[in-house]
């Protein structure tokens, strides 16, 4: 019976210590800075320690809704003047509906492909289309590359980065280092 009781936990010791011995994703040393400073530093702004001055309150989980993408609510900012067919978070991609001024036989209908959440020129794809109508009804449907595709992506991107800065500058809390190896135990910030 001692027997059994003993393979049973060496056996328990040796499953978890054979799951510890793989390589872990993401942890390769190159990508890490040698100076403890700067690792800590890096891994609190990457989510990845703790503070010891916010142990013990509540914190939320990390969200990923359309009000958090700064593109998203940017995009949606910029062209909340015309009507929307189909605005998808999930799904990447904003439609709107055809937009004209009520003197004009001419429409214009905006399509935007959220390409990755980076707010960079390449993670937006914008089509614009136009659609021109004679009297009789008869539309003809096109899609124009021009000085408007270009505006329209340079204003969502302006909006986008002022987003992000608010963003950035509201969440950013100093870490603090306390320098235990000299005699004053001043903290120094980084």
Request: positive net charge.
């Amino acid at each position: 019976m001692n027997f059994i009781k003993n393979f049973t936990i060496l056996s328990i010791i040796l499953l978890f210590l054979n799951s510890c011995g793989g390589k872990m994703p993401g942890a390769d040393a190159k990508k890490f800075p040698p100076e403890p400073e700067k690792r800590v530093k890096k891994n609190l702004e990457e989510g990845r320690g703790f503070r010891l001055d916010t142990l013990g309150q509540q914190k939320g989980g990390t969200f990923d809704f359309a009000s958090s993408n700064e593109l998203w609510r940017a995009s949606l900012d910029v062209i909340d003047f015309m009507p929307l067919t189909s605005a998808n978070y999930s799904g990447g991609i904003i439609i709107t509906d055809w937009y004209s001024d009520s003197s004009s036989n001419e429409a214009i209908k905006v399509t935007i492909r959220f390409l990755s959440n980076e707010v960079a020129s390449n993670s937006l794809a914008i089509k614009i289309f136009y659609r021109k109508c004679d009297l009789n009804l008869n539309c003809k449907v096109s899609e124009k590359r021009g000085n408007l595709t270009k505006e329209l992506m340079k204003k969502i991107l302006r909006q986008a980065a002022i987003y992000e800065k608010a963003k950035k500058d509201k969440n950013f809390k100093p870490y603090i280092i306390t320098d235990i190896s000299s005699d004053s135990n001043k903290p120094k910030e980084n």
